[in-house]
C-alpha cells in the first residue's frame, strides 16, 4: 500500500466525451504526476503538478489537463476522447525536496475504455 | 534524449530458480535508476531504486539489483525466484532534473513454473 488512492477503478465512454480522474496523495506528498499506461506497454508521462501548477509535460496533446488542490489530490482531465486514448493511468505522488529525482508512489490507476 | 531498454518481453523461470531481468538505459548524465513490480490489475510498486554510492542495491522482496556504467546496464536480480514473483517489472530511468518525470520501458513479463 502507498497511500495513494485514485477513482473510480473502471471506466467506460464513448468517443468524443470527456472524463475526470481523479487522484488522492499520500500524505505529506506535494508533488503528483500523471502516467497513461497502454496494454502492453511501459507507462508514458503526461505531466506533472507542483504546488497547483504543471510542472513539466510529456508529449500529449492540450486535450490532456490536470488540476491540483491545495489538499495536494489531482485530477486528469481528458477532453475530446479518442480510441487510443483507453489505457490504464497512474497516478503518482512524490514530495519535492533536494533530490534531483524523488521516488515516485503509484495508485492502482484507473482503467478508461473508449468505444 | 532518456530512454530505458528492456530486451526481453516474456521471461520463464521454475520457482527456487534465479532470476535475472535486463535493463539498458541511455542517458547523458548521472541515472537516477528504478526498478518496478506491477502485477495484473495494479499499480506499480517500487522494488529498488540508485542514485549514487553502493553499485549493487538491495531491495524489497530479495530482489537486487547492480548499477554498469561502462555498461549502461542496471539488472534485477533473485537468487531463488517465488510463485508469487509473477507479475510485470518496469525499468525507468529518472529524466531532467527538477521535472521528476520517469522514463519507463516495455517491461518484462515474468512466469513462474512449478
Known amino acids: 500500500e502507498t497511500g495513494v488512492t485514485q477513482s473510480p477503478t473502471h471506466l467506460i465512454k464513448t468517443r468524443g466525451q470527456q472524463v475526470t480522474l481523479r487522484c488522492s496523495s499520500q500524505?505529506?506528498?506535494?508533488?503528483v504526476s500523471w502516467y497513461q499506461q497502454a496494454l502492453g506497454q511501459g507507462p508514458q508521462f503526461i505531466f506533472q503538478?507542483?504546488?497547483?501548477?504543471?510542472?513539466g509535460r510529456g508529449n500529449f496533446p492540450p486535450r490532456f489537463s490536470g488540476l491540483q488542490f491545495p489538499n495536494y489530490s489531482s485530477e486528469l482531465n481528458v477532453n475530446a476522447l479518442e480510441l487510443d486514448d483507453s489505457a490504464l493511468y497512474l497516478c503518482?505522488?512524490?514530495?519535492?525536496?533536494?533530490?534531483?529525482?524523488?521516488?515516485?508512489?503509484f495508485g492502482p490507476g484507473t482503467r478508461l475504455l473508449v468505444l | 534524449a532518456q530512454s530505458v531498454t528492456q530486451p526481453d518481453i516474456h521471461i520463464t523461470v521454475s520457482e527456487g530458480a534465479s532470476l535475472e531481468l535486463r535493463c539498458n538505459y541511455s542517458y547523458g548524465a548521472t541515472p537516477y535508476l528504478f526498478w518496478y513490480v506491477q502485477s495484473p490489475g495494479q499499480g506499480l510498486q517500487l522494488l529498488l531504486k540508485y542514485f549514487s554510492g553502493d553499485t549493487l542495491v538491495q531491495g524489497i522482496k530479495g530482489f537486487e539489483a547492480e548499477f554498469k556504467r561502462s555498461q549502461s546496464s542496471f539488472n534485477l536480480r533473485k537468487p531463488s525466484v517465488h510463485w508469487s514473483d509473477a507479475a510485470e517489472y518496469f525499468c525507468?530511468?529518472?529524466?531532467?532534473?527538477?521535472?521528476?518525470?520517469?522514463?519507463f520501458g516495455t517491461g518484462t513479463r515474468l512466469t513462474v513454473i512449478p
Open positions: 503538478y507542483y504546488r497547483e501548477e504543471e510542472n
Open positions: 525507468a530511468v529518472g529524466a531532467q532534473p527538477g521535472a521528476n518525470n520517469l522514463f
Open positions: 500524505s505529506g506528498h506535494n508533488t
Open positions: 503518482a505522488s512524490t514530495r519535492k525536496g533536494i533530490q534531483v529525482v524523488e521516488t515516485q508512489y
